[in-house]
Every structure is written in structure tokens, then in C-alpha cells.
């Protein structure tokens, strides 16, 4: 299900079905909407104060108009105080009361759009869609019994349409990517193999008008790409590289590569992991779904910046052909990698990937990655690991993380820890012992960049989400895909 969204400027009195009414922190009703009360003869503002509403962000209570109004029903929603208000704040009371409308059986949602210092309408509306699109996002592709639907079909902002416009539509393409990047962490592994990965990064490209080419096992061997090999040699499904393009309509400011893991599962390997939990590991190929997410918006945001979308696509088995400890490989740049474990197998498809994307002639890349346990450790379940051999670079996606509510947290690479991955027999080990993995981990990336501007961001933790939120439920979060957006934006607008 997709809400549609649109604008028209109406009075709160004459709108039928559902009505969002916001509510500021210590529980005054927004300036847009006082006529509201007048004609409930004040009972609006009585509700709110016998039901003790606070205005906290994420408070939401749906009441009956009893026949006093043409709307059916209202949604109360906090949106915290007028001056410390975010456009995280929006999106996290927009996402709960469109799922409370949703619940409620609403089919129109009717919004008015309270002030954000500092953002101008359109951003607040960009942020409002986001929250209710996200929020209401379910992943029912394979239930074949249905117990709760969303009912909700579209959202109306009470807002001149010409004001608002490009917020709804930049809104909507972040919804999409992320809801992609969500449908395709969800799936399991036996629905998503590596092929059909590159399958579906096709299909996409074609419909958004996106150069791409696959690479397949024989592809990948006279390209030279022993890491990416290695990986896939113990599956049945072959390892696949995805590279997608976006061209400007002319000659291109800069150019941007995006780089994700795409393990469509991780046993593990040899070296295989304990039973329990195993299963989340369907999700480990989510910065590849965030870099195919953010390529399919690309191509309707029409930047003026060439953006090229690489994912090193393969699964993770154990099995009489696969890749063992102590195994020598030879990566595309010509370094060879002695395997320690065969769990570190992210870093060995990526260190193939970026070497790749440097030589498509990027100005800056950016990986992302399902990488390392160590970080979830570090940063918890929200935090996103950032590392980067650039600090502009560094420094324009920690703005991009707070513009788009994702929390990216700067960590160190040490010169100092490089020697951890000292091998006796090849150039590099693919593991540097379990103190500061996360970062270990970094240190190796780092060897197959090039020299090309690099950041990398370690998603392990906020990709999957254990419990359900204001901004979608339990499952995968397509963490990383508005970080980015909001990125290339920027960077297309500086460069
Ligand atoms: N995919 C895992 C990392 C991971 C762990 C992602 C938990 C999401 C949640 C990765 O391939 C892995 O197994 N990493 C190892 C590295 C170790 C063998 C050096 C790890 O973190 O234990
Ligand atoms: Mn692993
Ligand atoms: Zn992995």
C-alpha cells in the first residue's frame, strides 16, 4: 500500500473522516486549529486536559467528534514545544498518528503543519511525509491471511499545494527508497539470492532510467575479483557485482560512488555461527539494499552529480567448496589476503567493491555495511559507526545524519591498530582480534580505497530493528538511505 499525498487549503470545519490535531507541549492545541475547539463548544481543549495529554512527541489519541463535525474522528498528536522542535520531532508525531489513523480505519487523514524553527513549510511538510509514510510502512509479502490492514489511502495538508509541492515529492522519493530498502532486507535468503538481487537492482535501473551491469562468476574472474570469489565459492548461488549509474542530463559537477555488503545471508562459513539468532543474518545485505534504495531516488531527484551504486552481492555457506581458514586470496587491486575467519566475509566483498568503484573515476566513495558485532557493542542498536579518511567528507555525513534523524557517530582509524593485520604469509588478514573490531575492520577497508576520499559507515546495529517504532515496525529500517540523500544534496549543491 502507497498513501497518496497532496495539499489544499481547507477549513478544519467542512473535512470529513479524520482530522490529525496537534498538540504542543504542556497541552495548548496549535494555533491552526483553535477554530476547531470554538465549534466543539471547547471541548476539544477539555479532552485534552481530563485526559491528561502532555504534547510529548509520540503521544497520540484518537477521539470521536459525536456528531458535531463532518470529520468522523481526531487524532490528537503531540509535537513537543514550539521552540525546540525538530524535524525529527515531525517525523516521529507524524509517523504515530498516521498509524493511529491507520488503526482506526481512517482512509484520509487531513494535517495541518505546525511551524519548526528554523525550516521553511517545505521541509516541514518533507518531514511530515516521511514520518507518515515510514510509519505506516508493513511488509506483508508473504502472508497469504491478512489480520490487520492499514486502511489509510492518503494524507491532505491543509497548506497551499504551490508551498508545500517539492516537499511532498522529495518526501515521497525517501519513502520509496527506504520502503525498498526494507521489502528487500526482509526478504529471506532463499527468496533473495545474489542473482536475484541483481535481478530486482535491474528491473529498477530500467524503470528509472539507470545504466547498470551485473557481473557474474565468470565476469568476476576475468575482472580478477578473488576476495568476491571466495566468498561465494561455498553457495550454490553464484557472487554477483551490481554497478548502477546515474547521469545528469549534463556534464556531470562531481561524482559520487556508493558501495554496499550485500551478503544475502551470512552463516558464517566454516568458521559458522552459533545457532541462535541466525536468522537475522537474512538482513545482512541491507547496506546493499540502502545503496539500490538511494539509486532509484537518484534518478527522480535529478541531481546535477553523476552517482554510481556498486554492491558485491554473495552468500555465505559452508560447504565442500567453500572457503576455509588460512585460504590465500588475491583481491581486484593485486593485494593478497590471508582468511583468518570466514565470519569476516563483508570486509573481503568489499575490499573488491571499492577498489572497483575507485576505478570508475569517483570523486568520493562511501560504503555501507552490515560490518561488525563489535560496533552494535561500541554504538548500541541505534548508532551507526563512522569512518573516513576525509573530514569533509566525515563531517557533511554527520550533518546529513542529524538532517535526517539517523544517528552517525565518528570513530578513529589509528595507524597504530594497522599492524594487528600483519599476516606471516600475504599482504593482510582479513581479522585483527576482537578489541576494537569495528575499527579493525575499518583499518582494512581501508587498504582497497585507492587513495579515492572514502567514508564508511557500519550499519550492523541500526539496519535491523527489534521492536516496532513511530517510524515502522519490527524488521528491517533502511537505515542510511536518507543519511545519504540528504548528502547528495548537499554535496550536488556545493559542488
Ligand atoms: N554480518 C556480520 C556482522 C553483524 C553482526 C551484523 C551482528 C549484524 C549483527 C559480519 O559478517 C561478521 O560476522 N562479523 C564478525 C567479524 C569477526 C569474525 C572479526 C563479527 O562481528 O563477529
Ligand atoms: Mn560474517
Ligand atoms: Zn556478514
Known amino acids: 500500500m502507497t498513501i497518496r499525498f497532496t495539499a489544499e487549503r481547507r477549513s478544519p470545519a467542512e473535512l470529513t473522516d479524520t482530522l490529525l490535531v496537534p498538540v504542543e507541549a504542556g497541552g495548548s492545541i496549535d494555533a491552526s486549529i483553535q477554530e476547531l475547539d470554538r465549534i466543539l463548544d471547547g471541548k476539544l481543549c477539555q479532552s485534552v486536559g481530563d485526559l491528561g495529554l502532555t504534547g510529548r512527541v509520540g503521544q497520540v489519541t484518537v477521539l470521536p467528534t459525536w456528531g458535531q463535525l463532518p470529520a468522523q474522528r481526531l487524532v490528537i498528536a503531540g509535537i513537543g514545544s514550539p521552540e525546540a522542535r525538530t524535524a525529527d520531532d515531525i517525523r516521529r508525531a507524524w509517523g504515530a498518528a498516521a498509524q493511529a489513523a491507520a488503526e482506526a480505519g481512517a482512509r484520509t487523514l487531513y494535517s495541518p503543519l505546525p511551524a519548526v524553527p528554523g525550516l521553511d513549510p517545505e521541509r516541514v511538510c518533507q518531514a511530515a511525509v516521511e514520518g507518515a509514510g515510514l510509519g505506516t510502512y508493513r ?102 557485482l551490481i554497478h548502477l549509474v546515474y547521469r545528469p542530463a549534463g556534464q556531470p559537477l562531481a561524482s559520487v560512488g556508493l558501495v554496499g555488503k550485500g551478503v544475502t545471508f551470512d552463516t558464517g562459513g566454516i568458521s559458522i555461527k552459533p545457532a541462535e539468532g541466525m536468522e537475522r543474518m537474512k538482513g545482512d545485505m541491507a547496506g546493499a539494499a540502502a545503496v539500490i534504495g538511494v539509486m532509484q531516488a537518484v534518478a527522480t531527484l535529478g541531481l546535477p552529480i553523476a552517482v554510481h551504486g556498486v554492491v558485491a552481492a554473495a552468500e555465505n555457506m559452508p560447504d565442500g567448496a ?22 569476516a566475509e563483508g570486509r573481503l566483498l568489499l575490499a573488491d567493491a571499492l577498489t572497483y568503484t575507485a576505478q570508475q573515476g ?41 538532517r535526517a534523524g539517523e544517528k552517525l557517530w565518528p570513530m578513529p582509524l589509528w595507524d597504530e591498530y594497522r599492524e594487528l593485520l600483519k599476516s606471516e604469509h600475504a599482504d593482510i588478514k582479513n581479522t585483527g582480534g576482537r578489541w576494537g573490531g569495528a575499527i579493525n575492520a575499518a583499518l582494512f577497508l581501508r587498504e582497497f580505497t585507492e587513495g579515492v576520499s572514502w567514508a564508511h559507515l557500519d550499519i550492523a546495529g541500526p539496519a535491523w530493528a527489534e521492536r516496532g517504532g513511530p517510524l515502522g515496525p519490527a524488521g528491517g529500517t533502511g537505515h542510511g538511505v536518507r543519511t545519504l540523500l540528504y548528502f547528495l544534496e548537499e554535496y550536488a549543491a556545493r559542488s
Open 362 to 402: 569517483v570523486d568520493v566513495m562511501i560504503d555501507l555495511a552490515t560490518l561488525t558485532g563489535a560496533c552494535v557493542v561500541a554504538l548500541g542498536k541505534q548508532g551507526t559507526g563512522l569512518f573516513g579518511t576525509d573530514q569533509d567528507l566525515v563531517d557533511a555525513l554527520v550533518r546529513a545524519g542529524q
Open 139 to 240: 511488509f506483508l509479502e508473504y502472508r497469504t491471511r491478512v489480520e490487520t490492514t492499514l486502511s489509510l489511502e492518503q494524507v491532505i495538508f491543509l497548506a497551499t499545494a504551490g508551498q508545500v509541492e517539492r516537499g511532498i515529492e522529495r518526501g515521497r522519493t525517501a519513502v520509496e527508497a527506504v520502503c525498498l530498502a526494507r521489502d528487500l532486507v526482509n526478504r529471506p535468503g532463499n527468496e533473495l539470492p545474489p542473482e536475484r538481487l541483481a535481478g530486482i537492482a535491474w528491473e529498477i535501473a530500467e524503470r528509472a532510467g539507470l545504466e547498470c551491469r551485473v557481473y557474474d562468476r565468470g565476469a568476476l574472474e576475468e575482472l580478477g575479483a578473488g576476495a568476491i570469489l571466495a566468498v561465494g565459492q561455498g553457495s550454490r548461488h553464484e557472487p554477483h
Open 322 to 343: 567453500a572457503f576455509r581458514p588460512g585460504d590465500i586470496l588475491r583481491a581486484l587491486n593485486g593485494k593478497t589476503i590471508e582468511v583468518i575467519s570466514t565470519d
